[in-house]
């Protein structure tokens, strides 16, 4: 089983940056594909983006692509998603998920570790 641990939230003004990475141990997170989910308040978790095992292909959901941007270093256990352009509607808590099965895309009941969490807040 795989424990997965965000950071790199925080505060940003609108147009800024910020890098989220997600620290794997207990397994290689190389067993797994990986995806990044967000949840605003009193709002559903939703699909945010998604790399296969091998970092060979990425998949976006229509409101960040082109901002954001999806990678995975397996030498060093990492997931990362630089976020650019960020806008207030991006605010939210950010998850990281791992899914032991075939490529899981924006399916959230796919992935079966999830992270703790990381809050991003975007100011206008």
């Known amino acids: 089983q795989v424990q997965l641990v965000e950071s790199g939230g925080g505060l940003v003004q609108a147009g800024g940056s910020l890098r989220l990475s997600c620290a794997a141990s207990g397994r290689s997170l190389s067993t797994y594909n990986m995806g990044w989910f967000r949840q605003a308040p009193e709002k559903e978790r939703k699909f945010v983006a998604a790399i296969r095992r091998n970092g060979g292909s990425t998949y976006y959901a229509d409101s960040v692509k082109g901002r954001f941007t999806i990678s995975r270093d397996n030498t060093k256990n990492t997931l990362n998603l630089q976020m650019n352009g960020l806008k207030p509607e991006d605010t939210a808590v950010y998850y990281c998920?791992?899914?032991?099965?075939?490529?899981?895309?924006?399916?959230?009941?796919?992935?079966?570790?999830w992270g703790q969490g990381t809050q991003v807040t975007v100011s206008s």
């Open positions: 998920a791992a899914a032991r099965g075939p490529f899981a895309g924006s399916s959230l009941s796919a992935y079966d570790y």
